[in-house]
């Protein structure tokens, strides 16, 4: 069988867990191929809200196996708090939760390198979520990196003591004030670790390939956004993996040619969480608007999602480089309201109009060129049938499936796993 993909097609947050959460029931195995702790997968349903950081978002299910694959660093201490949440709300877990001996780990001075480095760049700051992430994939790219598999061997700690003594060393040359105690960092890790060792370790890809070989069904769970990608985001901007179709091949052990749908998530308007450029922002009364309504802060850190139109040209290149086959519009209820819609179609790129995504879209290169849409008052949180949407948002789902050529088969209504409209 086929391994289908589900990935974000923007900067992250465009609610790639409630669909995940939707379509688990066709899977039989979910399986996040990338990133780590700095995802926040949230999922709304019976009246509460769940946030997944490491874990797969299939995890509610009991017919679903969840795997974390070899390309998704792990923090054993986030990952511990995750499985303490479920255990509140009875999940068993540990019947249906893999991970592959082959994920790096992130260590308490990854964290600290994070914080240290964020610190040392001023005003020029990434925007991290000092996760530790980065540093965890410097590792691991530079062959230094502790993996799942290796806290089977009789010498992890010793490994692990020689890395993190390197990591002070490196910590100290950063010059700036961090204050840490890394006794009691390593105290909760280390009783992290022996919960992780709880969890079954498999030898993923081989896995992955007994289960296609079976027919199991697959959906490949991706963090993040397209246009974080390391390769193909606005650079440096960016996080430390690859978000897109490529990277569910090299996170799971997946043949290219054994990849089916690429289900393609977006919101209905644009956000972005810390620095970057961004051509279709706003910074007026719209703007405020869909942050309000649209209750825009990130599900991990926090911080405010700043807000702006839906960018075709970034779109249409995340469809590119991904190969999507089907979209997902989500938050399109948010939109509800506006007299007026606007979409980016273009970019005025140093006097010339284009239409494809340009090596560099900082404000002194790009202007965005917009096409106007009616909008429309209704609001859309309790309709469930194609036939109920106003037909000015289907006009606006008709424009975007004419300029992107690919079909546009959910748009979500509202954040509950039930506010989910079916277009055939």
Not at 71 to 99: A, N, T
């Amino acid at each position: 069988m086929a391994v289908d993909l589900l990935l974000g097609l923007q900067w992250g947050d465009e609610g790639k867990g409630k669909i995940v959460d939707v379509l688990t029931s066709k899977y039989n195995i979910i399986a996040r191929f990338q990133g780590g702790p700095n995802a926040g997968h949230t999922l709304v349903f019976n009246g509460r809200k769940h946030v997944l950081h490491t874990i797969p978002s299939g995890i509610f299910h009991d017919d679903a196996t969840n795997l974390v694959g070899n390309g998704v660093v792990i923090d054993p201490v986030i990952f511990k708090k995750e499985l303490d949440k479920l255990e509140e709300q009875d999940v068993d877990y540990r019947k249906s939760l893999l991970v592959s001996r082959k994920a790096h780990i992130i260590l308490p001075t990854h964290r600290l390198l994070d914080a240290a480095s964020e610190a040392s760049k001023g005003k020029a700051k990434i925007g991290s979520t000092l996760k530790g992430i980065g540093p965890t994939y410097m590792d691991k790219t530079g062959r230094n990196g502790i993996r799942v598999g290796d806290l089977e061997l009789s010498d992890w700690k010793e490994r692990y003591r020689a890395l993190a003594d390197k990591h002070e060393s490196m910590i100290d040359f950063y010059d700036v004030d961090i204050e840490y105690d890394l006794a009691e960092l390593e105290k909760e890790f280390f009783e992290a670790v022996d919960v992780l060792k709880s969890i079954k370790f498999i030898d993923s890809e081989e896995y992955m390939y007994q289960a296609q070989k079976s027919g199991k069904t697959i959906l490949a769970e991706g963090a993040q956004g397209s246009l974080l990608d390391i390769d193909f985001g606005t650079y440096p901007y960016v996080t430390s993996s690859n978000t897109t179709a490529a990277g569910a091949c090299t996170g799971l052990g997946v043949s290219p040619s054994q990849i089916g749908d690429v289900f393609g998530i977006f919101k209905a308007y644009t956000t972005r969480v810390g620095s970057g450029p961004f051509p279709t922002e706003l910074f007026d009364e719209d703007g405020a608007t869909m942050s309000r309504v649209g209750n825009e802060f990130g599900a991990t850190t926090g911080r405010p999602r700043r807000c702006g139109w839906l960018d075709l040209v970034a779109l249409r290149y995340a469809c590119q480089v991904n190969g999507v086959t089907q979209l997902m519009m989500m938050k399109g209820d948010v939109l509800s309201g506006f007299k007026t819609l606007k979409v980016c179609t273009a970019y005025n790129y140093k006097g010339d109009i284009i239409k494809h995504f340009p090596y560099n879209i900082d404000p002194e290169n790009v202007e965005p060129i917009f096409t106007e849409f009616k909008g429309w008052n209704e609001d859309l949180t309790a309709m469930s049938e194609v036939n109920q949407l106003p037909k000015e948002l289907n006009a606006y789902i008709e424009f975007l499936e004419k300029e992107l050529e690919i079909p546009i088969t959910i748009v979500s209504v509202g954040p509950d796993r039930k506010q989910t409209i079916f277009r055939s």
